[in-house]
């Protein structure tokens, strides 16, 4: 597996001063569902 | 979303909040999620907790999904990568915009709280009697003979009638020497002191305060009411307030004597 490296160029957002949370769009069970953080505090998966 | 409610396993156990707060959940189910764009991404079933709560989020993703996924998130480039299933790198951009959004939603937002059972607006007047002992009093046996005690006529009190003279006599001495303790009317106990007795309410600090809506009452209980309000205002035993919110209504208990 190729090593996983994050450089300036992957950072695509519009304000580069931030401390934002990640919130991305995924797809459960065929549906596409926006709004879903990224929690990696969290030691379970919630569906709100 | 659409979710069969079979596929909901329940499971009764609490979650808990970074600060131990515990929330409840309705059940868990397994979906198959797939995190990618169109063309490049990875499907992994995932084991979704369903929690009822108000939050600005759909699903939050927590440490099992992202290690399945093999996920390294980048929160200073707001991205993560994780490898296909091709063993390339897909790469996932968050959208800052919708992040602020959530962000400033979620600080607005009144916790959950589960829907509580209406109450009755009307509650029976029986109800709301904290009397226990609601039997009869105890009464003298055999016959009672009457002492005067105050300045009007009708202020006595009730002794044995089958005493022997020497006997009546005591606790005749006894009850005038004492009849300061009797009250004819409230005029006659007009202050209690706070450390004999005092109410204190038992209120949850994080309860939201509901004021109490005005409740209707017949025209013969109003009447009663203004009367005692009158008479307990007079004797200095209640005083008027301005607060109009924050009243509670007025809930009449029958006395053992009927009136």
């Known amino acids: 597996m190729p090593p996983i490296t994050f450089t300036d160029e992957d950072f695509k957002a519009l304000d580069p001063d931030h401390d934002d949370a990640m919130v991305i769009s995924i797809e459960v069970a065929e549906y596409g569902i926006g709004k879903v953080l990224v929690d990696q505090g969290s030691s379970v998966n919630i569906l709100y | ?108 937002i009144t916790p959950y709280s589960r829907p509580r059972k209406q109450h009755r607006s009307e509650v029976a007047m029986t109800d709301l009697d904290p009397r226990t002992n609601t039997e009869d009093r105890i009464q003298p046996g055999g016959d009672t003979k009457e002492i005067l005690i105050g300045a009007q006529p009708g202020q006595v009190t009730k002794i044995g009638g089958t005493l022997k003279p020497d006997e009546e006599e005591l606790l005749g001495v006894i009850i005038l020497e004492n009849r300061d303790l009797f009250a004819w009317s409230s005029a006659d106990m007009p202050v209690i002191h706070p450390d004999v007795m005092s109410h204190k309410l038992a209120i949850l600090k994080e309860a939201r305060p509901v004021a109490q809506k005005k409740r209707k009452m017949g025209e013969e209980r109003r009447r009663a009411i203004e009367e005692e309000v009158k008479k307990l205002e007079g004797d200095g035993f209640i005083k008027e307030i301005k607060y109009t919110t924050w009243l509670a209504n007025v809930v009449m208990v029958k006395k053992a004597s009927r009136k």
């Not at chain 2, 329940?10 to 600060?19: A, L, R, T, V």
């Not at chain 2, 979704?48 to 998130?73: D, H, M, Q």
């Not at chain 2, 915009?97 to 607005?108: D, E, F, H, S, V």
């Open chain 2, 1 to 108: 979303m659409n979710l069969s409610e079979d596929l909901i396993v329940p499971y009764n156990e609490q979650i808990f909040g970074y600060s131990g707060e515990r929330v409840d959940t309705r059940g868990y189910l397994d979906l198959r999620t797939w995190i990618g764009s169109q063309k490049d991404g990875r499907e992994v079933r995932v084991r979704f907790l369903l929690v009822e709560a108000n939050t600005s989020y759909n699903v939050l993703l927590g440490r099992p999904c992202l290690n399945a996924f093999g996920v390294i998130v980048s929160t200073l480039h707001l991205a993560m990568k994780f490898p296909s299933d091709r063993g390339t790198i897909c790469i996932v951009q968050a959208n800052q915009q919708i992040t602020r959004q959530c962000y400033a939603a979620g600080l607005r």
